[in-house]
């Protein structure tokens, strides 16, 4: 069994420590992938700050240009959409903002309010700071983002384009992130309890993820084992599901996305500020999609793709289905140290899709129900792919026997069951999927906590940051520019929202 009981978590929390042993992060497994590896090794130390040869997105390529060396991986997310054009529960457009920036009722929380403790992390779009309340002495994860680089980008955006309607949505871009963790609960999505803004910057107040990125844990591991990788399938699919019913692409998942909750649950998080909602494709740009359900993506590709389907790398409209083509990147990524293909930049790594014609190459050693699982997930043609959101589950049991993955056709849809696929065996899907599990039980890493504050489960890369530049000039009063185009932005969720997680 990989989960223990409830009552072992405090004693797990304090005592234990990482058991597994350090291992090669990538692993030859056969004689042609010996030559993709040396140069992926290649690829990997000149790219790495660490040890481990695990490279982190770019905090400063947020622009169609090499990955610089010593940087993270950057989110993709510039000009592309957050929700589907069809069945859409949540737009930007369409909700009802509650503006307390003017109103004299609702009192907005302010930066004030708020103890910087150290910094927790940092990506393309901006820094999150693990703060203390002044009032109530609760942490939270605090993601700032500067409305100059908004706001600079928007000129640009309007500079060079003849859409009247690019502001608007810059704009709805601007708050995609703070309406759908404000709209959305799930108890694998990160919570959103306010957001503000003041003169320069724009802030949300997340809850606090303690347990640090899936990525840190990958790099002090190496790779994991098969029912700890179902483990995280499992409860990654969840909060996918989750989000394509109700309407939202989350398209950015990879390990620095993925945080550890106190207990080893695993907590979706960045649902980026750049993302809009296409409700509106227009006629002219609606004859270019292949099927009802594709969102339209916009012009350029940015970022390093490693997990991103070859859909979105072409420049070609997609769907939902992009998040189980990047679920197979990841579980690729956990169990076998890198992602399936890896590059400076996203033509790099497009080249290599087109050139296997075969799909990636899935090392011998794993077992046959994650080969299956690997291949269908990773198929290049979105059309062939499994259809996760419409194959997902049944009142069967789950199947017993290995699939075989010699006797598959080549080219024939899959249309079993996601939950019943033989890697879940041990998966209690509905307690997984009415919250119950990630309440009374433990995940298969159990991050070592001894005090809260100290954000041991961090990179030292951030927690060493300094913070006071951002605090010296926070807090001044918003201009009136700013105020008309971030309106609408303040929140503050519900006092018994707020109690039901502290
Ligand atoms: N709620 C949270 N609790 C703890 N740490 C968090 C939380 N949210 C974010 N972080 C940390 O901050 C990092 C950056 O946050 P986030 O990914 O949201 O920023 P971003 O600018 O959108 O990054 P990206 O380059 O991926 O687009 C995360 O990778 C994580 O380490």
Redesign the pocket.
Known sequence: MIFSLDEELEKLAVTSAPSSPKTSRIMDYSEHAIADTFQSRLELKSLSTSTSGRRR???LAKFPVLNPIHT????I?NNDGTFTDTNASVSASKIQITDFDNDGKNISRSIQDFKPIRV?????????V?VKDHHSNKL??M?Q?KKAEILINEKEVREDSEDPTTLQKRIERTFA?RIILSKLEHPNV?KLFYSFHDHSKLYLI?????G??L??HLKERGTLDEDTVAFYAAEISVALKFLHDNGIVYR?L?P??C?LSQRGHL?L?????SKEAVDNVSDNESTELNSPEDIYTLHSII?TPEYAAPEILQGLPYNKNCDWYSLGCLLFDMLVGKPPYTGTNHKVILNKIQKDKQGPRIPFYLSDGMKDMLNWLLKKDKTKRWDVDKYWSEDKPYDTKQPNNKKKKPGKQRITKFQSHFIFRKIDWKLLENGDLQRTTVGPIVPVITDWEL?EN??IE?TSMSYEDDYLSAGLPIEKQSTDVFKGFSYNASGSYLEKYF
């Open positions: 997105s770019s905090v993270r991986r950057v989110s997310s927790l992390g940092k990506g393309a779009y901006s820094k999150v693990l939270y994860a993601k983002l992130e990160v997340l809850q606090y993820i303690p640090g990125e990525f840190f950015d990879k620095e996305n945080l907590v998080t960045d649902f980026g500020l970022g954000a961090f990179d951030f």
